[in-house]
């Protein structure tokens, strides 16, 4: 066995309290796991601060003096040390508040001593509490290099498993049982083609660094490691599905496509959906099944690339199915596809909750009898009742409403698996989706339909509601619709609840002459699906809703989307929400409503609406300023493994380069099976078995 798998426990110094803590706080078991427990920040102790010089908001400061007083003060649960330190520049007060027999011994007043903490301003003085302490004359060791500081969760520094302590165990494990020595991870030929330092080289700079030049080198390597093995894991996992994985394989696109090309569409598509076409018609060839995710932005045209998907399959005498996630969308794919097909011969059908059951068991039996080409619906269409003739393609809309479980039941359909495909309006950036879709293949369309006028975006806050329902009125007066949406969250569901039926009573009294229906996810379905239903009819001319908008609907009428309490959505959702308006020809709007006392970041995130309309950009700058765990939709994927060092968010230029590095190596050997590769196999064993579960990844 690989000696990096071994237990921490056998490092000296390190019993079984501290091993226990490392494992429940810090998920490190193993030698390996410690070492990749990377310093969060380094500090340059060989600077020595003047106590003169001690300004606000200082980092950590390292300080070389005398004590002049050291004394016990307070009783019972105030009591503390205090002493009093000069360096002949000023003086600064030290307190101490644990450990105070142990202070007691050490301080004295005839020795010189280092000093190292964080000074905090308190009554106008500065003092520093709990600092390191070390004797001048002993502390020589640290001088000259760079101190790593480590995390530890509360419990660890509580029975002294510090930053410090951290380090010498790294210094017990690193130095003297790895003897300063790990494998190399990666073949030389990689290390060498890309200028890449050795492992050992690289763990021995960060946790024990000379200078910060070397660093830099050193943090690029793990990285680069980090990346490159995330990408390797996915992209072989993807060669094996592939591999195993036989699809339908279709030769000829089939003369339906053609006849939909030349004589039924009505505008001509876009570069980028005939780009997605084409990719989707290359995996069809392959003879493996396709599994491929189509990620295009609001009103980008995916129900046209569906469309011409389904017609290669249709015009091949197979058929298809479309699952949407709610009922009012499956109507509308329904209706807009049948819209598109209307002189041809392509038989769409309709499956929804309240199909009546009459026609319900004739639409199954011409199904089954291969008598419908395409079949549109809600999960109705997954049920074990639904039994198609050939199902040739499945698609489905708006993925993150349906589960992984859902969708492997389609492939239970028919005996060669159908083809796959995922749409989706919610843009995750580029290099996140590259990582969280794991084997699904990515197409993007980027690019609008032309002709479009971008939705107006400002930032309202609540005291101008005044000016805000003129600007209402006038749209209603045009004949224009207006949304209006509130926050919903469990947490704080009643509260919530409060806003929106207010906002609903307030509506209603600010605009009497126009109808104002409410939705939310809390109404029967049927309640729901009739007030959607009035407003989509134009009945209603104000919807005051929750989220439950979000996704798909289609009112080209709608031109003005207020958003309540803006603040309280993620930019992504606001994006999404916004998507609802701009769908018709005239000028649209989006108001962002807040209160006017907002968080820095909150206010960036504001004006990053205002600014921008491109949903890739706003995913973009939402994974900068929140993380990727906080992406909208992709909370459930994640990655196969945790980052220690590298960040997707900071380092989404590394995220593409390893993911080409990755690709070339597989473009040689696909199933890793070289003798020469037989390192990284063994290196993604362990990283897969250290943590989490591959299948979670869809
Ligand atoms: P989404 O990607 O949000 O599902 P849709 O497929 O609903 O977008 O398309 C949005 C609107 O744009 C529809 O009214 C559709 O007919 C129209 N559309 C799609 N593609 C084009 C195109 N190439 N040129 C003009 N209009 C288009
Ligand atoms: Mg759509």
Request: charge should be neutral; charged fraction near 20%; aromatic fraction near 8%.
């Amino acid at each position: 066995m690989d000696f990096l798998q071994t237990d921490i426990q056998r490092i000296q110094g390190l019993g079984p309290k501290w091993k226990a803590l490392f494992a429940e706080d810090m998920d490190i078991v193993t030698f390996d796991d410690l070492l990749q427990l990377y310093p969060y920040k380094y500090v340059d102790r060989s600077h020595i601060y003047r106590i003169c010089d001690i300004t606000n908001n200082m980092p950590y400061v390292q300080l070389c003096g005398r004590f002049l007083t050291c004394e016990l003060i307070g009783t019972g649960r105030q009591m503390r040390m205090s002493a009093l330190f000069t360096d002949g520049t000023g003086q600064i007060e030290i307190v101490w508040f644990k450990g105070l027999n142990y202070v007691k011994q050490q301080v004295n007043t005839n020795d010189e001593f280092m000093l190292f903490g964080k000074p905090t301003a308190f009554n106008g003085r500065y003092n520093i509490v709990h600092p390191e302490l070390e004797r001048a004359d002993k502390a020589q060791l640290s001088a000259g290099t760079l101190q790593p500081f480590y995390n530890t969760s509360e419990r660890m520094k509580k029975v002294g498993l510090n930053s410090k302590a951290i380090q010498k165990l790294m210094n017990q494990l690193f130095n003297v049982q790895l003897q300063g020595s790990v494998p190399d991870t990666l073949p030389r030929r990689i290390l060498e083609g890309y200028h890449l330092i050795n492992r050992s080289t690289a763990l021995r700079i960060l946790h024990f660094p000379q200078n910060s030049r070397e660093l830099e080198q050193a943090t690029f390597r793990m990285k680069f490691e980090e990346l490159f093995f995330v990408q390797l894991g996915i992209l072989k996992n993807r060669n094996v599905n592939r591999h195993k994985q036989v699809g339908v394989k279709l030769s000829s696109v089939g003369a339906l496509l053609n006849d939909f090309y030349k004589n039924h569409k009505p505008f001509e598509p876009t570069n980028a959906q005939k780009r997605v076409v084409k990719e989707i018609w290359a995996d069809i060839q392959s003879g493996h099944q396709m599994n491929r995710l189509i990620q295009g932005d609001v009103g980008s045209g995916k129900t046209l690339v569906a469309l011409m998907a389904m017609l290669i399959m249709v015009g091949n005498k197979l058929q298809c199915c479309m699952m949407a996630p709610t009922e009012i969308l499956a109507t509308q794919h329904y209706e807009g596809l049948s819209a598109f097909v209307r002189n041809m011969p392509v038989r769409i059908e309709l499956l929804t909750g309240s199909t009546k059951k009459k026609d319900r068991t004739q639409l199954l039996a011409d199904l089954a009898e291969g008598k419908i080409d395409i079949l549109v619906g809600t999960h109705a269409l997954i049920e074990d009742t639904v039994v198609y003739q050939n199902l040739g393609l499945a698609i489905v809309d708006e993925q993150h409403r349906f589960g992984v479980q859902q969708r492997a039941k389609l492939w239970g359909k028919a005996t060669i698996p159908p083809h796959i495909l995922v749409m989706t309006a919610t843009p995750i950036p580029r290099t996140l989706a590259m990582t969280v879709y794991g084997d699904l293949d990515v197409s993007i369309i980027d690019e609008l339909p032309p002709g479009r006028k971008p939705v107006r975006t400002e930032h309202y806050f609540h005291y101008k509601r005044n000016n805000l329902n003129q600007f209402v009125y006038q749209q209603l007066k045009m004949g224009r619709q207006v949304y209006v949406v509130y926050p919903l969250i469990e947490e704080s569901e009643r509260l919530d609840f409060k806003n929106l039926t207010e906002g609903f009573e307030y509506m209603k009294s600010a605009f009497p002459e126009f109808n104002v229906c409410m939705v939310h996810g809390k109404m029967k379905p049927e309640e729901k699906d009739a007030a959607m239903q009035d407003f989509v009819s134009g009945r209603a001319h104000i919807m005051v809703a929750t989220t439950v908008i979000e996704v798909g609907v289609n009112v080209p009428n709608a031109s003005v989307m207020i958003i309540e309490s803006a603040e309280r959505f993620g930019l992504s959702q606001l994006h999404q929400l916004r998507g609802r308006v701009g769908r018709g020809a005239d000028q649209s709007y989006c108001i962002l409503m807040t209160s006017p006392e907002l968080g820095n970041e909150t206010r960036q995130r504001m004006q990053i609406m205002v600014d921008s309309t491109d949903g890739f950009r706003i995913a973009e700058a939402d994974l900068q300023l929140r993380g990727p765990g906080n992406i909208d939709g992709t909370q459930q994927s994640g990655l196969p493994f945790t980052l220690h060092i590298a960040d997707l968010a900071k380092d989404a230029q590394l995220v593409a380069y390893t993911r080409e590095v990755a690709e070339k190596v597989l473009a040689e050997d696909p199933l890793l099976q070289a003798p020469d590769n037989q390192g990284m196999v063994e290196r993604l064993k362990v990283l897969n078995n250290s943590s989490i579960n591959w299948s979670i990844i869809s």
